[in-house]
């Protein structure tokens, strides 16, 4: 799958705009959470390897750090996808089994009957340097600073040497107004979702951005109209499943 840089004109959603997206999709549309997962971590997983694995992710030390909704579950998927490719994947969890929602709970099922070793924060070991740092943390559902084990594996993660991807914002990162808690990712790249994220190019949020991709999670472009009354999306991802924004 090739990566296109596009230099398409692209509507931006807040928030809660994305969240009317997520409720037509499955309430409208019968498209699961579990499906736009599968999509969001399959999509991670590809970015990952072309951008950041030389295309061969064979023997490369991946950590994934998963928090207990979508974004965790869509980072779970990716783990799984880049285990079967040959990484040695670590994932840590910012929660306990039984604090994870129902679907993203399903994914860490998975990936615990595949073998792929999970940690809490707390046995996180400094050890051999990772090649690269999932962040698949908080999503557009952050409520205020990050706290407790998702901060430290934030402040974890930022005094890592190796590369960090975040899945659809930097966890800690407002996806509406851009503001930047305290701690937040800085990602070397993001892979936002659908569409972008009003708060991704706010000017001062661009730094823990970094690269900005945008992926196909299969939302239907006539959708669109009805979350956000006048705003038309034609086919996207004609030619590639990622694009990259900046």
């Known amino acids: 799958m090739e990566i296109l840089k596009t230099s398409q004109d692209i509507p931006y959603l807040t928030t809660a705009q994305m969240v009317e997206v997520d409720r037509i999709m499955m309430q409208d549309f019968k498209i699961e959470l579990i499906q736009m997962m599968e999509n969001a971590g399959r999509n991670l997983a590809h970015l990952a390897r072309v951008r950041f694995l030389d295309d061969d992710p064979t023997g490369k030390k991946i950590v994934v750090l998963a928090g207990t909704g979508g974004n965790g579950g869509g980072a779970l998927v990716c783990a799984r996808r880049l285990h079967n490719w040959g990484a040695r994947v670590q994932v840590f969890l910012s929660r306990p089994d039984e604090d994870f929602a129902q679907v993203p709970a399903h994914q860490l099922d998975i990936v615990r009957r595949m073998g792929i070793p999970v940690a809490l924060v707390q046995e996180i070991l400094s050890g051999e340097p990772s090649d690269l740092v999932i962040d698949g943390l908080i999503g557009y559902s952050l409520k205020g600073a990050p706290r407790g084990s998702a901060a430290d594996l934030i402040r974890w993660a930022n005094q890592q040497p190796a590369p960090v991807l975040a899945l659809d914002a930097p966890s800690g990162v407002d996806t509406t ?27 001062n949020v661009k730094p823990v951005v970094g690269e900005l991709y945008l992926a196909d999670i299969s939302v239907p472009p006539q959708l669109y109209e009805k979350a956000v009354p006048g705003m038309i999306v034609g086919a996207l991802f004609a030619e590639s499943e990622i694009l990259r924004l900046w």
């Open 177 to 203: 107004t851009g503001f930047v808690y305290d701690p937040a990712i800085r990602a070397t790249a993001t892979l936002t979702l659908a569409l972008p994220k009003e708060g991704l190019r706010a000017v």
